[in-house]
């Protein structure tokens, strides 16, 4: 009897570790700003660090094309298949539906037979450079969680710029250079993202990956997001702590991965030879069948829900923050300074609210929050320059930091930032280790209790 109870636990085990395989032991999906939780003065507020989920951004974007006379069909005209310039037997029309290929179709359901195209004129004004910049625009700060990725309809174009702005459009950065030969076009040794580390993951690179003109299963060009997070969450994005704490701490981490605007350069067209063929110019063109950007909302992990009205995003702000990215302390709200939400410590981080003004309540306020250890995290940054400040690291339950060394904690509290109740130096009240168990249970079961109610693949 207890052989076979045995192997029934034993083989259950085996069936949830094989299943727990693909997560990481911590994460932190930051789908909840607060909740309820009991202590010994009744119910309070346990407020979390929260972000949108991740989603579909061209459902939000608006384009912009530069000319903007340079989509086909007005007037009408001809053009030719690339790989053989003799079949002509194409045409686009803007005045008929069937034959108009204008920029929205760029984001359209994609997966119809035939597929649907923004098309370009033809390059028949050539040796004129035939140039285009589309240009997407959210109104919105947003963050990027995943590649983006462009496909082309005809040949992907022998050079491109992907460039980036975080002030609406007002300057504009560049992201990737593309180009069957970097040298020749942009004076840049040829890389690819599998070259880069750590260390150089915001370098600017151009890469040959996706020029190699017209091939019919070679159409998309690729952005490496993920590939970049992997350098600090593993090649499985399994890590997720150290991902998290590396943008929690280096500004210019995030600031790479967080636009407002996006600008496809297209500055050649896609040649397929040395010299271009002038005696059939109809055969050169752009054509871009879709576009995939995901990302999120940039609320300052201050909001879950970023809502699209009257054409335009905003966070509803929680913490007792305001403004469109929840960038600032509501009125009546301000008795510190705003800060952005943070990640650390997984799983659930810190929210950083805004607490009300001492005028407006008559005495400072009290913190009710117990934080875990945030010494204890693995993160790729452990060595930080200040122990407090306060944009990221503030002194909890009513800490104040002195000259960013130490926190000055309140009688009842202790560690690095007041995190720990003194009690549980004394072994008089629970504590916890800080090795990704929880004071509600043992780490196995809340994997267990996570898999059960999750029901989405991790979402960052």
């Known amino acids: 009897m207890y052989l076979s109870r045995f192997l029934s636990i034993h083989a259950l085990w085996v069936t949830v570790s094989s299943v727990m395989q693909p997560y990481p032991l911590v994460w932190g999906h930051y789908d909840v700003c607060k909740t309820q939780i009991y202590t010994e003065e009744g119910k309070v507020w346990d407020y979390m660090a929260c972000q949108p989920e991740s989603t579909d951004m061209t459902k939000y974007l608006k384009v912009k094309l530069d000319p903007p006379d340079i989509t086909c069909g007005d007037p009408p005209e001809t053009f030719c298949a690339m790989g053989n310039p003799y079949m002509c037997n194409n045409e686009c029309d803007a005045s008929t539906p069937e034959l108009a290929h204008p920029p929205e179709l760029m984001f359209d359901f994609e997966g119809r037979h035939p597929s649907t195209f923004w098309q370009s004129a033809t390059w028949k004004d050539y040796p004129k450079p035939l140039q285009v910049n589309i240009t997407l625009s959210w109104s919105k700060t947003i963050e990027l969680t995943d590649n983006i990725v462009i496909t082309f309809e005809s040949g992907r174009p022998d050079q491109m710029i992907l460039e980036k702005s975080l002030d609406y459009g007002r300057t504009w950065?560049?992201?990737?250079?593309?180009?069957?030969?970097?040298?020749?076009?942009?004076?840049?040794?040829?890389?690819?993202?599998?070259?880069?580390?750590?260390?150089?993951?915001?370098?600017?690179?151009?890469?040959?990956?996706?020029?190699?003109?017209?091939?019919?299963?070679?159409?998309?060009?690729?952005?490496?997001?993920?590939?970049?997070?992997?350098?600090?969450?593993?090649?499985?994005?399994?890590?997720?702590?150290?991902?998290?704490?590396?943008?929690?701490?280096?500004?210019?981490?995030?600031?790479?991965?967080?636009?407002?605007?996006?600008?496809?350069?297209?500055?050649?067209?896609?040649?397929?030879?040395?010299?271009?063929?002038?005696?059939?110019?109809?055969?050169?063109?752009?054509?871009?069948?879709?576009?995939?950007?995901?990302?999120?909302?940039?609320?300052?992990?201050?909001?879950?829900?970023?809502?699209?009205?009257?054409?335009?995003?905003?966070?509803?702000?929680?913490?007792?923050?305001?403004?469109?990215?929840?960038?600032?302390?509501?009125?009546?709200?301000?008795?510190?300074?705003?800060?952005?939400?943070?990640?650390?410590?997984?799983?659930?981080?810190?929210?950083?609210?805004?607490?009300?003004?001492?005028?407006?309540?008559?005495?400072?306020?009290?913190?009710?929050?117990?934080?875990?250890?945030?010494?204890?995290?693995?993160?790729?940054?452990?060595?930080?320059?200040?122990?407090?400040?306060?944009?990221?690291?503030?002194?909890?339950?009513?800490?104040?930091?002195?000259?960013?060394?130490?926190?000055?904690?309140?009688?009842?509290?202790?560690?690095?930032?007041?995190?720990?109740?003194?009690?549980?130096?004394?072994?008089?009240?629970?504590?916890?280790?800080?090795?990704?168990?929880?004071?509600?249970?043992?780490p196995t079961l809340l994997l267990l209790t996570a898999l059960l109610v999750t029901a989405s693949p991790l979402v960052f």
């Open 173 to 442: 950065q560049p992201y990737q250079y593309y180009a069957t030969d970097c040298l020749d076009a942009f004076h840049m040794d040829p890389k690819s993202v599998k070259d880069l580390s750590q260390h150089t993951v915001l370098e600017i690179i151009c890469t040959e990956e996706y020029s190699t003109g017209y091939m019919t299963n070679s159409k998309i060009i690729h952005f490496e997001i993920k590939d970049r997070f992997a350098f600090f969450a593993g090649p499985w994005l399994r890590n997720m702590a150290s991902l998290y704490g590396q943008l929690d701490t280096t500004k210019k981490l995030r600031d790479f991965f967080t636009v407002t605007d996006l600008r496809i350069r297209l500055l050649r067209p896609a040649v397929g030879e040395i010299f271009v063929d002038e005696l059939h110019l109809a055969r050169y063109f752009y054509a871009i069948s879709d576009i995939k950007v995901h990302g999120r909302c940039k609320c300052n992990l201050h909001a879950t829900v970023c809502v699209y009205d009257n054409s335009k995003l905003t966070c509803e702000c929680e913490h007792n923050t305001t403004g469109p990215d929840c960038g600032k302390c509501k009125k009546n709200y301000q008795g510190r300074p705003w800060s952005p939400g943070s990640y650390l410590p997984i799983p659930k981080g810190t929210a950083n609210t805004c607490i009300p003004s001492i005028s407006s309540i008559g005495n400072p306020p009290k913190f009710n929050t117990i934080w875990p250890n945030i010494s204890s995290l693995e993160v790729s940054n452990p060595k930080q320059a200040n122990v407090c400040d306060n944009e990221l690291l503030h002194c909890q339950n009513g800490g104040t930091c002195h000259n960013n060394v130490r926190c000055l904690c309140p009688a009842a509290y202790t560690g690095i930032l007041c995190e720990k109740l003194r009690c549980e130096e004394a072994g008089s009240c629970s504590s916890d280790s800080g090795q990704g168990s929880s004071p509600q249970g043992h």
